[in-house]
């Protein structure tokens, strides 16, 4: 006999009452990733000099504009969730393990936001 | 009262192995690349801020310090997108058999550093022309 509440049995949560959410998240963004970094390696193989006209010009064609930003926030939402991850394994303290969240955290969106804005400013302004 | 046996947590009572090993590294790689991240967005702002600003980031980007550290991120990155894909092929029932998880894991880690050494040798080559270019 389960203990479990008819409501409980429905939403399928268990302890941490959020079902496998994260988990699946990142399995997701790491799908996505697995398409999305290679090619941003490859493309800095392909693309010669580093020179600022070259790189201004190659950020700034539409095809690289979405896959860069794509890139950019993909790769910030995988890191928050596996550093949530590390840190929920081996930060025993309540209050720092939550201190430390909320830095990583609030890293972790300046740089996506930062990095989306930088590349469509590239993108959009045309002053290249 | 008798003294029961109480439960260790498991990393007291497993011998060390390939598999932790490579599971630790994983996340070791993870969070190193998480720092590169405002390397990368670095990179990309200064491009946004106007050619000045970009040579300037690029002559700290491409300094012999950086592009050791540089190593160190593409090993980090080849290594964690090799392993991850692993990992993704277990989370579909693929590959978790002993004989085969043993041999993905080789071959993973052997790839990881000859494409490192390659990328590596490419992405110098690249800054090394770009400097005595006279881009910088």
């Known amino acids: ?128 | 009262m008798a003294q029961h046996e109480r439960p260790l947590s498991p990393f007291m009572h497993y011998r060390w192995q390939y598999t932790n090993t490579l599971s630790i590294l994983h996340r070791l790689s993870g969070v190193f690349m998480s720092l590169g991240i405002a390397l990368l967005v670095y990179w990309l702002s200064a491009a946004a801020s106007g050619s000045a600003a970009y040579e300037q980031a690029l002559r700290c980007l491409t300094s012999p310090l950086t592009r050791i550290a540089m190593f160190g991120w593409l090993l980090a990155f080849f290594y964690h997108l090799l392993n991850g894909i692993r990992h993704l092929g277990w989370d579909l029932g693929y590959g978790f058999e002993r004989a085969v998880a043993r041999k993905t894991g080789t071959l993973m880690f052997v790839t990881a550093i000859v494409l490192t050494v390659l990328t590596w040798l490419c992405i110098s080559a690249r800054i090394t022309a770009s400097v005595s270019g006279g881009l910088l």
């Open chain 1, 1 to 128: 006999m389960s203990l479990q509440s008819p409501l409980g049995k429905v939403l399928g949560n268990g302890a941490a009452k959020e079902g496998a959410g994260h988990w699946w998240a990142q399995r997701v963004s790491a799908v996505g990733l697995v398409l999305l970094a290679p090619w941003f390696v490859m493309s800095l193989i392909a693309l010669g000099d580093l020179s600022y006209v070259n790189i201004v010009s190659w950020i700034a064609s539409p095809v690289n504009t979405v896959l860069l930003s794509l890139l950019v926030l993909t790769v910030s939402y995988h890191a928050q969730l596996g550093l949530q991850v590390v840190v929920e394994d081996y930060v025993a303290h309540k209050g720092i393990r939550m201190l430390t969240m909320l830095v990583i955290n609030f890293t972790l969106l300046v740089l996506g936001v930062l990095g989306v804005f930088s590349v469509l400013r590239i993108a959009l302004t045309g002053n290249h």
